[in-house]
């Protein structure tokens, strides 16, 4: 087995190697991939956005958000987090083992001391029945791609703050809170793995899964990027993984109305559709004043990418408080955007 430690810290471009290397690396020994990533949001292939991410944390923190080219969840990443891949041929790889892709990563992680580690739920890696490893996994050209996450030091507290704990996992009583079920698998580790940082972490989990003392013994297993492939690699992250269109646009179809009653404005009530993560409907309602007609904010917002920062620069051209009074066009975005 190869491995490639990602050079980067940004997910855009990691996952933009990763799909490079899917689809060219040779495969005829199966390819490890590890990278860690600053704090970051991937939200699955056919996940709505919308739905899942809290824009405003998401904003106020600069946390990067993009899409995944797997289906699967929502999850967060930060340098406290270290993710893996397995790029092999379709045929030596079952879809949907994810016991036995993950294999690897539970001997090693048993290995470190983490012994009640196990494969749990559909997809998941687990200890003391709290996830602490995410998987996805697809197939292209013949080839079979897995990849999931691995929660060393994460800051926990951010799970509950930025991800939607969507209605039919409260429903159905999966979870009531994220951050109660997940963990972080540090502190289940020997002493003398609790002490290190992610990148050591990373590090001595590649010495376990190969069994040797130093990764100067494995240097021939090192998968080398030419100025080719790195070129290559930044189109994919421009064109696909950086870009609106892919992290936005792929959004299924939605409508929502988002009401709420403001002193001194009164009631504002917002309806909106989106069709490829551009506004295709939008219509106030409200007992609130205004000196103009909010059909022309309506016509203003139509046909605009629904993301903060695009509809920010469209409102920029106008007062609010004209069409609704003593209301700011930051209260709009953020009822927009809630």
Not at 168 to 178: G, H, L, P
Request: with cysteine; net charge negative.
């Amino acid at each position: 087995m190869r491995y490639y430690v990602m050079e980067s810290d940004d997910i855009r471009w990691n996952l933009a190697a990763e799909e490079y290397l899917m689809n060219t690396a040779d495969v005829s020994e199966p390819l490890f991939l590890l990278y860690i990533q600053k704090p970051c949001v991937i939200i699955g292939r056919n996940q709505n956005a919308y739905e899942e991410i809290d824009f405003s944390y998401l904003r106020e923190h600069d946390i990067t958000l993009t899409r995944r080219i797997s289906g699967g969840g929502a999850v967060y990443d930060d340098l406290g987090n270290m993710s893996f891949s397995f790029v092999t041929k379709k045929d030596d790889t079952t879809f949907g083992d994810y016991r036995g892709v993950t294999t690897p990563i539970l001997q090693a992680l048993q290995a470190m001391g983490a012994t009640n580690a196990t494969v749990g739920g559909r997809n998941d890696l687990y200890i003391d029945g709290m996830k602490f490893s995410g998987n996805a996994m697809y197939t292209r050209h013949g080839r079979t791609y897995s990849h999931g996450t691995l929660m060393y030091d994460v800051d926990l507290s951010v799970l509950d703050k930025i991800l939607t704990v969507s209605k039919e996992k409260i429903a159905s009583k999966a979870t009531k809170s994220v951050r109660k079920s997940v963990t972080n698998v540090k502190p289940f580790l020997a002493k003398q793995y609790q002490q290190l940082s992610t990148t050591e972490f990373r590090d001595e989990l590649l010495r376990q899964i190969y069994q040797v003392d130093s990764l100067k013994a494995i240097e021939d297993k090192k998968l080398q990027l030419t100025s080719a492939d790195k070129q290559a690699i930044q189109q994919l992250f421009d064109e696909r993984y950086a870009n609106d269109t892919w992290i936005y646009g792929e959004a299924p179809d939605f409508e929502f109305n988002r009401r709420t009653r403001v002193p001194g404005v009164g009631i504002v009530d917002i309806h909106l559709s989106t069709e490829k993560g551009k506004i295709t409907a939008i219509q106030f309602f409200g007992d609130y004043f205004g000196t103009k007609d909010t059909v022309e904010l309506e016509q203003l917002l139509l046909g605009k990418v629904f993301k903060y920062e695009e509809l920010e620069k469209s409102l920029s051209a106008v007062d609010v408080s004209d069409y609704i009074l003593n209301f700011s066009n930051k209260e709009l975005l953020d009822l927009l955007m809630k």
